[in-house]
């Protein structure tokens, strides 16, 4: 059997479409950085997050995304102490898109986890966010973390861009949730661990 994600009940045909539609139904995975990868969101401690009270919220309103935007499923997530990852799934009842993922290779950089120097860092072009797409839905997670911080005088900020990913494969979903699960785990390891920031 052709390894392309079973959505629907369908195996998707490849899209013939570049650039990708982010509202497009689909696997989305994110990455959502801190100002400076400071570890406003909690410590790890024998191989446990302790989350802050900002951790604490940026969990709740991870969760509460399908409130916000019904045709949203969540998948894997984890709160790191600087940075979140997770697995978002745009799936609408009226999509009559017969082709959801193809088979090259596209991500979107928006800054956030890359190494540091890359090339893809600060090259997307920003204009209007488009109704429903990830950027839109990163915005107003993001957003919402900001105002309360706010609100309450706490001191948070966010890193300004995000990165993304398309996940295309059974395969690739499979390693995505495996690396989030185990993201804890190998915190020592993390490149957005503040010890290995160089």
């Not at 479409?17 to 400076?36: E, L, M, Q």
């Not at 900002?54 to 709740?60: T, V």
């Not at 088979?103 to 600060?122: M, Y």
Request: proline share 4%; charged share 30%; with cysteine.
């Amino acid at each position: 059997m052709d390894e392309k994600i079973l959505f629907k009940n369908k195996y998707r045909i490849p899209a013939a479409r570049a650039p990708w539609d982010y509202s497009s139904d689909g696997f989305y995975f994110v990455t959502i950085c801190t100002k400076n990868f400071k570890e406003y969101f909690g410590k790890i401690e024998n191989g446990e997050i302790k989350l802050s009270k900002i951790g604490e919220i940026a969990q709740k309103f991870w969760l509460e995304i399908p409130k916000h935007f019904p045709f949203v499923a969540l998948d894997e997530f984890v709160v790191m102490p600087n940075h979140v990852h997770g697995i978002l799934i745009i799936e609408r009842e009226d999509c009559n898109i017969e082709t959801r993922h193809g088979t090259e290779n596209v991500e979107t950089r928006h800054g956030a986890s890359l190494p540091r120097g890359s090339d893809f860092e600060c090259q997307q072009n920003f204009g209007p966010l488009k109704k429903n797409s990830i950027s839109l839905m990163v915005n107003h997670y993001k957003g919402a973390v900001k105002r309360f911080c706010n609100k309450n005088n706490i001191h948070f900020f966010w890193q300004s861009r995000f990165y993304d990913h398309i996940i295309w494969t059974e395969n690739e979903l499979e390693k995505i949730r495996e690396y989030i699960r185990n993201n804890i785990l190998k915190w020592d390891l993390d490149k957005n661990n503040p010890k290995n920031i160089t």
